[in-house]
C-alpha cells in the first residue's frame, strides 16, 4: 500500500480539520486511556523512575545518509547546487536528476551489523538505555512500515533494524527508545524538487520532482511553508500516522522528536497515544518518557541538542549530543572519553540524563578509536556509577572556576563549555553526598560549599572515599571550606569521584 493510498484512508476514516482550519484533536485517532490531548492532561505525567534512575543511553543515530561518508544531512545537501555534498554526488555518483537519493537507499546493505556484539559494547560502556533511528529527515522507515515502501525491511538491509535493536536491548536489559525526525521531513526535503540554477544542467528537474517518488521525497510546499515544522494540515495528519504507526507498533519505553512538540493539537494528540498505549502495553505502569525541544513544565522531558542547563531544573531533562558527527563521516574529530564523562557527571547535577550518538560506520561496525573510548567510559562507570546512577542533584550543582564563562542554558553550547579542576558536581543518594572533580587537581581539593560555616550541609561529614580506589584519603573541614588532600596515586581517569558519607 502506498503513501497515496493510506493518506486516502487516513484522511477519510479518521481524521478531520475543524471549521478554523486548525485539526480537530478529538476526531484523531487516540488510544484509551487515562490521558487527552490538553496540556492540563497531559500534566498529570509522572517521570518514570527508570529514566530518573539511568542517567546515561546511547544513541545509534543510522541510515541511508551514511553511505556516501560524508555526515549529517546528505540527503538534502546532494540537491543543493554548490554545497560540497552535491559536488561530492555529482562526482561519484551522477547528477541528481538522474541519480538521486531514492539510488543511495539501496546501497545501504548494514552488511557488518552486529547488534547483539554492539549492545552488548552499550551495557558494558554503562549505558542503561539505547535509543535506535525511527526515521530521520530522509522520510525513510527503519521499522516494518505498511506506510510505503521506503523502509529498511523492504530495501536496504532488508532488516527491521527498529525491531532487531529493539530486541537486544530487551536482552541486555536496557530500555528502549526510538527517534523520530519526520516532522521536519517536509520542508526539509524540499530541496529534491529543485533544479540546478547554472551549468550544464540548468533548469534539469531533480529527482524529486517525479510523481513515482512523490512518497519519499513529498509534494511540493505551498509558497511561504519553509520553517521547520510545516504549515500544511494534511501532511500534520500524516506524520501523526507515521508516528502512531511506529509506537503502536513496537512500544517503546522512550520517544524522541527532533523538533519542539510538534503541531499543537496533532501534537498533544500523539503524546496521549503515546501515554495510554504504553500504559495498557505495560499492564498500567506507566514507562513511557518523550523527548522534544520545548520546556515541559512536566509534560515530557525536555531535551538539549549538543546543549546543557545552566543550573538544577526542576523537571527531569536530556541532552542529545554525538562523539562526532550524527552519521558517519571520513576523518572526522571525535569526543574524547574526558569530555563525554565531563558532560555526564555536568548533566546529572543539573537532574539530567546524557544520550550521546555513537557513530556507526555504514556497514554497521565501530572504528577502533570508537571502541577504545566506550572501554575507557565503561572502566570509569564500572568505577564511579554509585555517584551516577540513581542519585538526584544536590542543594546546588557545584562550584566553578571564578573566571568560568557565562553559558546560558540552551541547544548548541557545549562547545563553549571548558571544565578545569576547579569545578566540581554535586550528587546524592542516600546518605551519600558524591563530589566530582572535573579534571584531575594539581594540588588539594578544596570545596568551598562544604565548610564549616557554610549554610548548604548541615550534616557530619564521617569519611570520604575516593571511587575506584582503596587507597585512604585525607581530609579536614576548615570553617571556608572542605580540604581533600590530593591523594598520592590517582586514576588513570581525570574525573574523580568522592563519596562523601554524611549523618
Known sequence: MNRQTVKKITVAALLATCF???????????????????????????????????????????????????????????????????????????HPSKFGYKDIIPLWKAQKWDPEKLMALYKKAGAKYFVSMGSHHDNFFLWNSKIHKWNSVNMGPHK???????????????????????AASYTWFQAAHGADQKGEFKGVPYDGNDPQYQDLYHTKAAPGDNDWLTTNPEWMKEWYSDVKELVDNYHPDLLYSDSKLPFDNVGRSMLANFYNGNLDYNHGKLTAVYNCKEPSQGKWAEDLERGVQDSISPYPWQTDTSIGDWFYSTGQKYKTSTEILQMLVDIVSKNGNLLINIVQTPEGDLEPDM?????????????????????????????????????????????????????????????????????????????????????????????IKMLGSNEAVKWQQDGDALVIKRPAHLPDWKVLGFAIALN
Not at 523512575?49 to 545509534?60: L, P
Not at 546512577?389 to 557565562?406: C, H, Q
Request: positive net charge.
Open 160 to 182: 527491521d533494524v527498529v525491531g532487531i535493536w529493539q530486541k537486544a536491548a530487551k536482552k541486555n536489559g536496557l530500555y528502549f527508545g526510538v527517534s523520530e525526525h519526520l
Open 371 to 463: 571502541l577504545k573510548t566506550l572501554d575507557e567510559i565503561g572502566k570509569w562507570i564500572a568505577a564511579n556509577g554509585d555517584g551516577v546512577y540513581g542519585t538526584r542533584p544536590w542543594t546546588i550543582f557545584g562550584e566553578k572556576p571564578a573566571d568560568a564563562t557565562v553559558i546560558k542554558a540552551g541547544n548548541f553550547n557545549e562547545g563553549k563549555i571548558k571544565y578545569s579542576d576547579k569545578d566540581i558536581r554535586f550528587t546524592t543518594k542516600g546518605n551519600n553526598l558524591y563530589a566530582f572533580c572535573l579534571d584531575k587537581p594539581q594540588g588539594d581539593l578544596s570545596i568551598k560549599s562544604l565548610g564549616k560555616n557554610g549554610r548548604l550541609n548541615n550534616k557530619k561529614i564521617v569519611s
Open 20 to 94: 478554523t482550519g486548525t485539526i480537530c484533536a478529538q476526531e484523531l485517532p487516540v488510544n484509551k486511556g487515562p490521558y487527552q490531548a490538553t496540556d492540563e492532561s497531559l500534566k498529570q505525567y509522572q517521570y518514570p523512575e527508570w529514566f530518573r534512575d539511568a542517567k546515561f543511553g546511547i544513541w545509534a543515530h543510522w541510515g541511508p545518509q551514511a553511505v556516501p561518508r560524508q555526515g549529517d544531512w546528505y540527503a538534502r545537501k546532494m540537491y543543493e547546487e554548490g554545497d560540497k555534498d552535491y559536488q561530492d554526488h555529482l562526482t561519484r555518483y551522477g
